[in-house]
């Protein structure tokens, strides 16, 4: 069982570039996160969604944008990459099964804006 | 108010000791409060949770105390060992008014133990 997978590992960005991360869970989850992890922080919510198609803004959403066509993937676009977007992102899982919310994270994806 | 308080924000004992974390939340709605781990370069996983029905919840060396009045939870390591050297986050969710289901997390502790 995979579970919460996240591509790249790692990536370096020139300032003004984009990209996608990419993020796939095997759950059948219909809850999916981003989260973006700075140094020696917590955990801070980008953006989130609670089923195929429906997405909304979380604590941080400025500059980036997601989508979410189906139950598995929500990958996570950085458009215009600036310095404050170095950190580390993880992806997130998680259903709703009672009083249990427990949510499944990804290995997490380092990215440097130079 | 959705925050959830952490302290403290990083925490050095010895091999055998005690570690004590704390956390403290707001929002009444909440009614699960789960603990993570996290080592470096790996992301969080879940290590224990509690609802706010009970008082305390034990999993082997590991504790959490819940004051439901207080509004404070709170990991306690027994033992520690140099494995248990991570940061720990605490969450708090649950809230059926969440529409997306997240959990709050506190802001981390990054535990040090001591051979």
């Known amino acids: 069982n995979a579970g919460v997978t996240q591509t790249p590992k790692f990536r370096i960005l020139k300032i003004g570039q984009s990209m996608t991360l990419q993020c796939a869970q095997d759950?059948?989850?219909?809850?999916m996160y981003w989260y973006r992890q700075d140094p020696g922080m917590g955990l801070k919510l980008i953006y989130y969604s609670v089923g195929a198609g429906i997405t909304d803004k979380g604590e941080v959403p400025n500059g980036y944008n997601v989508s979410r066509s189906t139950t598995e993937d929500f990958p996570l676009r950085l458009e215009l990459a600036a310095p404050s977007q170095t950190s580390v992102y993880f992806c997130?899982?998680?259903?709703?099964?009672?009083?249990?919310?427990?949510?499944?994270f990804g290995q997490g994806t380092r990215l440097t804006v130079v | 108010q959705q925050q959830v308080k952490q302290s403290p924000q990083s925490l050095i004992v010895q091999k055998g000791g005690i570690s004590i974390i704390n956390c403290a939340y707001e929002?009444?709605?909440?009614?699960?409060f789960p603990w993570y781990q996290q080592f470096p370069g790996k992301g969080p996983a879940l290590l224990i949770a509690i609802r706010p029905d009970v008082s305390e919840k034990k999993e082997g060396r590991f504790t959490i105390s819940f004051n439901k009045s207080a509004k404070q939870f709170s990991l306690h390591i027994m033992d520690s060992q140099p494995g248990d050297s991570a940061t720990y986050f605490c969450a708090a969710g649950g809230d059926m008014r969440n529409a997306g289901n997240m959990l709050t997390f506190g802001g981390g502790t990054r535990l040090m133990v001591k051979p």
């Open positions: 759950m059948n989850h219909n809850y």
């Open positions: 997130a899982s998680s259903r709703r099964q009672g009083w249990n919310t427990e949510a499944f």
């Open positions: 929002n009444t709605a909440f009614d699960y």
